[in-house]
């Protein structure tokens, strides 16, 4: 990845996921999760625009009318890129989330499972010390361990009478295991579409149901496999109230979805710049301040950006006292754009731009 010079640019507020700011002290899973979306960043899409370019490929960049899940293009598994899916908690899992997800000695991160379960990764220089997300090495860690299927776990853990410790990557190979139908039914009546049962209004409701717990989440009405695991875990986080960020990055869409505690969805892609847009910019950065060029990703000339969206969601995709509530809800929108920024590609000092870039509903 090309380093730049940062550029003097006001960034925004202080959000829920981005502990750098100045609200507040800095705690260690803050700080985890800002150095984990940094890294994912890097490995999820700047490396991936780089494997593209090695082999020859054009990079699947997100149009402005794709930006909202509900309007992405379907589109197949995409080779050259780089997939995550991480858990982080802060603090350890809960007793009764054991059944959901599959932590055992058979796939914590040690020496010996790595080389059972993943035999074909080059992990000689492994030491336990690398796992802490607080260690340079951990960042090679993660990589190899982001090729594998299922996820990666990361947790806090605490000893009886002393205070947390640094967050620690804990787990490999985590499979999710929990009903699509129940976690369907489960967010169908927490918002008041159905009263008990799942296919009470039948099965045409019930896919309906289906394309907007996947919209809720901020993904595509097909997703699956990474998506669907992300969408089932960051559901169970919440009912039971842990505090976690859920990171994935899947072949199929190109780009990178943070979900956590927040009451957003955030969403990072790369984006190509076109003249209209490099002028519309420009005079965005200059209203934001900025006295010099803003560096884009593989120098100027490419015009590819780093590009953040978060969404909030609607009324419709809120819980309500109207129950049953009305079927056509399930045509509306669940989720919109709460705000746009370009980002710089420095990771060392992330500064934004706001900016309008995607296309809106009509």
């Known amino acids: 990845m090309e380093k730049f010079k940062p550029v003097l640019v006001p960034t925004a507020s202080p959000r829920n996921d981005d502990p750098r700011g100045e609200a507040g002290p800095i705690d260690a899973y803050g700080a985890a999760a800002a150095r984990l979306t940094d890294f994912l960043i890097g490995h999820a899409l700047f490396d991936s625009y780089v494997n593209y370019e090695i082999h020859g490929e054009a990079y699947p960049f ?9 309007h992405a293009a379907v589109a197949g598994e995409r080779r050259y890129q780089n997939t995550a899916l991480i858990f ?7 007793p009764g989330l054991n059944k959901h997800f599959r932590l055992r000695a058979s796939n914590r991160v040690t020496w010996g499972n790595l080389n059972r379960i993943a035999p074909h990764l080059d992990c000689t220089d492994y030491k336990a010390a690398h796992c802490a997300l607080d260690t340079p090495e951990v960042e090679g860690l993660l990589k190899k361990l982001c090729s594998l299927d299922y996820a990666v776990m990361i947790e806090r853990p605490t000893t009886k009478g002393e205070a947390p410790g640094p967050c620690v990557v804990t787990h490999m190979h985590v499979k999710v295991e929990r009903l699509t139908d129940v976690a369907i039914r489960n967010l169908a009546v927490e ?41 089932v875990a960051a559901q169970l986080f919440a009912e039971y109230s842990v505090r976690a960020s859920v990171f994935v990055a899947s072949q199929e869409d190109a780009r990178l979805t943070v979900l956590d505690d927040g009451p957003l969805i955030t969403q990072y892609m790369l984006i190509q710049f076109s003249e209209e847009d490099r002028i519309r910019f420009d005079i965005a950065a200059k209203a934001a301040g900025l006295t010099s060029e803003f560096p884009s990703f593989r120098g100027d000339g490419y015009q590819v950006m780093l590009y953040r969206v978060r969404f909030r969601r609607t009324a419709a995709g809120l819980p309500s006292d109207e129950r049953p509530r009305p079927a056509s809800n399930l045509q509306a929108p669940w989720i919109e754009i709460a ?24």
């Open 339 to 362: 705000d746009e920024a370009i980002l710089s590609p420095d990771a060392e000092k992330r500064l934004e731009v706001p900016f309008a870039w995607a296309k809106r509903d009509a």
């Open 62 to 70: 997100v149009e402005p009318d794709a930006v909202l899940p509900r």
């Open 191 to 231: 918002l008041g579409y159905i009263d008990r049962r799942l296919f009470e209004r039948g099965e045409d409701y019930v896919d309906a149901l289906e394309a907007k717990y996947f919209e809720y989440y901020g993904f595509s009405h097909n997703a699956s496999g990474r998506k669907g695991a992300a969408a």
């Open 88 to 94: 982080l908690l802060d603090g350890t899992l809960p």
